[in-house]
Structure formats: C-alpha cells, structure tokens
C-alpha cells in the first residue's frame, strides 16, 4: 500500500477543486485527485451560467437581495455580501483563463447576460447553453500546464486521515490527508499533506431522479461528518424545475435560462386547462419564480391532475433564436426527436443541488484543523433555505481560491504530517454478495424520492428513518467485514448522507425555502440554520 506526501492534497477535480489547486500551485506541490474522470463532476455539466454583477443598473445589493430572498433568510449576510462582491472579478479571471464567454449581443455590452428565476436583473455570463464543460476545459489545461499540480484519476476517498490514524495518538483531531481506493490496483493509497481540501460535490445520488452525475454520492459531507466535522442545512435539497421526461434519458437538464428567455410552463393537453401556462397562479414572478416555488407549483399540478410531467415551451420564439441560445439542448433533443423550434419539452422536477453541508468560514476553514472544504460539499451561509440560480459554480471559485490563500499565507505555521498507520488491508476477504449492495443502493433512493422529496410530513419522514437504520446497520456490518469496493465506499455514504438528511429535515419544525412539510406549513418568524455535530 504506497503512501506518498504532498504540500496538499485536494480531493475533488471540478470547479472547486481546480481552483485551489491553480492558486495553491503558485508556491506548493499539489495533489488533486477525482473518483472516476477527471471531468466526471457536476461542473462538467452546468449548462446556465455564473452570476455576476456586470451591468451598470445592476447593483452588489441587488444581487444580495436576490440571494438572501431566494434562502428564505437562511443565508449568513456576511457570507452573500463576500461572494457577490469577489464575482467580477472571479469572471475576469476565468476569461484570461480562456473560457470564451458570449459576448454581448447589444451596443456597449461585453458579455452577453442572460436571467435566471429570482435574479432581478440580467446577470448571468455563460458559454451557450453548456458554461460548465467550457469552464472545466479550461481549468484542465491550466492545470496540466502547471508542473507543480498531479492530476490523478481513478482514487476514490474512503476516510479523512487524522491524528487517530498516527502511529502515536494526539487526539487534537488535525487532519492529515486521505485514505483512498485506487481503482486500478485494488488496493488502498495513503496521501498525506501539510493541509487537506475537500472539494467533493454534491449528494444528488442520494435521490432515485437528480440532474448530478452518477458520482455525487456525498462522499465529502460523509467523511468530514465520521472525521469530526459539524455540517449544516442538511434538509435543503434543491429540485431543480426542469429536467427532461424521458424514459431513456433520466437525469438531462433543461436549463432555466430557457424560462429566462421567455419559456413558458403549459399544462400538456387533454386535461382541464391544457395548454395553458400555470405558474402565473403560484406567483407573481411566474416562470421566474426562485425554484422551490416553481419545483412545487410543477409538483402540484402533476399530482391533482395525475400527469406525469408538465410542458416548457419556447417554440413561440423564432426558430433561430432558439438555436442559437441553446444549441445543446437543441441538439440532444432532437436526437430524442423533439424539436424545441416547434414543440414543447416535456419536463419534471428532479433534484439538483445540495444546499446544506460541511460548515466552513469565509477562509474555507472546518471545524478540524487542516481541514478545508470548497464547492458544493460546503454550507458556506451562501445559499441558506435555497439556492439561488448561477451562485453555485460562483462559490466554488470564490472559495477555492479563500482556502488556498489562507493556506499560503499560513504556510510556514502549518505542521508536518507525522508517521500514519497503513489501512489495514488484513481484515477483509472478497464479497460474494455484489448484488445486495446494487440493491440497497436503488433502495435509498427510492426511498428518499418517495419519503423525503418536495412535500413532506412527519410520518413519512420517521417512515424514512427507520428504513435509513435497518440500512445503516447492514451496511456496517458489509464494511466491517468484507474487502472495500467503490460501490461499497459510496453506498455507505449515501446511507450517511441520508442519516443526515432526516435526521435535519425532522428537526426543522416549519417550512421554509426547500424543506416544506405538511405537519408545519408556516414560516416562523426567525431563520435559525440546522447545524449537526457528531
Ligand atoms: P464537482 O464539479 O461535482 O466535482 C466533484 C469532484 O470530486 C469530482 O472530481 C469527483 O470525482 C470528486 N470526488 C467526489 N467524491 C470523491 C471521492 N470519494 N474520492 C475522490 N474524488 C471524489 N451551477 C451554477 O452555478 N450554474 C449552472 O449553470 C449550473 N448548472 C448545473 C447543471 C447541472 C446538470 C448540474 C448537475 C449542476 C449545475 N450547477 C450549476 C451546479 C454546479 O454545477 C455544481 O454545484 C458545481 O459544479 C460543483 O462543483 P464542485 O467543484 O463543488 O464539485
Ligand atoms: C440551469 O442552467 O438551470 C442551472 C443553473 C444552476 O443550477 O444554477
């Protein structure tokens, strides 16, 4: 089992992840290492865009407002303010990195800005409809530039090292580095570093329907929370309004810049109202609603007229206009032979963005020493109840680069890690039962669709609990005993992320932003976050 040391390690490759470690490789040796490809995390996928403020008539308070109405106040102000304020320039520098915003299509306007639901203003700067694969080409070649960063592939992270780990126990809980599985021995790697960066995406897998990769599994929320880590907001999932309804294609966004461009939402035809707009009678901002508003309009109309899915249209727009804003779509649509020029798009909420998680402060520090974390296996206090459209790319930018500085400017105080103790590969002999870990994996999700989705109530809830427990202990009893595998490492993390979900969702006894209940449908009056400590 090799062990090797580095200045810092990073786990995770995607926006957050990259970032840093650009930053970090100004003065230090960085190792950055993803679970599958390189390009394999929700960054690849992001279609809008980021937002900024850019526009002379928009404002820094604007853009407050629009994010701290969209948490539903559950938002650290600090926090909003910092991030909205770091965004211009953010952009500047991924546009001297190379990703080729679209530039602006009238008089004086350098990019092309387009709306996104509970954006006041037109703020956000994109790459056509597919921002998040230009971002991630870009951060790629930058660091395959750099000697001084080693991209590796294929190493999925099983459990922070710490100093429970060190061949002498200190029990101050500073954190070393990772274990990790290398997928291409078989066996199990020791990276140890001055400082450790989690930067390991969302949970979205944690649900039967998401728009996330088949990688995001929570891994980083799971392993800071068994390390030590307190995390927060753990109930705030965000559904995304529109994915497509397809039988064969289950997790394909339709970006909402669609609705920023004038789509509309129809009930499809053959039922009372069909084909015509709802969203008008849930809110005044109509399509342009912040999304838990939109997401559970959707998922009321589906369930009191029994459809399985309402309709985006933008076919009342020129036909090259829709081409030109959306070409992706445009494209992998009509391979499914819909033809957005001319036809609505069949559409569902799925869930999207995982709002809650490990708690940092604005330097991207944890609770644990050596510990940070950027992205979207964070709770930052940027996104509070629900997050607002286009901020998410935007925090992983603004706190890859917050933890790399800190680590810089803190290098010379930072320890050395001390001798660890190798994983203990002796204790672990083969499963045979492949099948049943497949099996609890669909179970989960099937469960957390069902039981822990846009509507919820008490008993469902507790129905979830239980099933969680059986789960758990079953789970537990596999790792104890049988030779680690990927899919093995990530269901435990489901199971995890899960547990923590619930376990939230039932302390929260009102409804606000993303996590609305039947039991308790009132907002009280004051916004008081859901922090779990282990
Ligand atoms: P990711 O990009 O998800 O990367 C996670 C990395 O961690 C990967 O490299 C993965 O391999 C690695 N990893 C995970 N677990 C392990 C492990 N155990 N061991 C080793 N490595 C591990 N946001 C916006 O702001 N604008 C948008 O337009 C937008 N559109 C979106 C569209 C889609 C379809 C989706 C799914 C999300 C979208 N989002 C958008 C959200 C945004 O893309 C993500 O929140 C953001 O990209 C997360 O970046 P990240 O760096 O935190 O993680
Ligand atoms: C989208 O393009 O609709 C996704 C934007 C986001 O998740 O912020």
Known sequence: ???????????????????????????????????????????????????????????????????????????????????VSEAPAVIERLAALGVPFNAGEDFGERWHLTREGGHSHRRIVHVDDATGHAVQVALLKAARANPNITLVEDLIAIDLITSRHGEKYSGDGHVWG??????????????????????????????????????????????????????????????????????EVKNFLITEAVRGEGGHLKLPPGVPGGGERFMPRFDPRAELAPRDIVARAIDHEIKRLGLDYVHLDISHKPPEFVRHHFPTIHARLLDLDIDITKEPIPVVPAQHYTCGGVVIDLDGRTDLPGLYAAGEVTESGLHGANRLASNSLLECFVFGEAAAKHIRARWDELPSPPPIRPWDESRVTNSDEEVIVQHNWKEIRRFMWDYVGIVRTTKRLERAQHRVALLAQEVDDYYGNFRVTPDLIELRNLLEVARLVVRSALHRKESRGLHYTLDYPDMLPQAVDTVLAP
């Open 178 to 247: 990772v274990y990790a599985f290398n997928k291409r021995t078989k066996h199990v790697d020791a990276l140890l570093g001055k400082a450790t960066i989690l930067c390991t995406g969302g949970a979205g897998r944690t649900y039967l329907f998401s728009t996330a990769p088949r990688g995001a599994t929570g891994d980083g929320i799971a392993m800071a929370w068994r390390a030590g880590c307190r995390v927060s907001n753990m109930e705030m999932n965000q559904f995304h309004p529109t994915c497509l309804y397809n039988l």
């Open 1 to 83: 089992m090799p062990t090797t040391t580095h200045d810092v390690v990073i786990i995770g490759s995607g926006a957050a992840g990259l970032t840093a470690a650009i930053n970090l490789a100004q003065d230090r040796k960085v190792i950055v290492l993803a679970k599958g490809a390189l390009d394999g995390g929700s960054t690849n996928w992001a279609q809008g865009g980021i937002a900024a403020v850019l526009d002379a008539g928009d404002s820094f308070d604007a853009h407050v407002e629009d994010t701290m109405i969209a948490g539903a106040g559950l938002n650290n102000r600090e926090t909003v303010e910092f991030v």
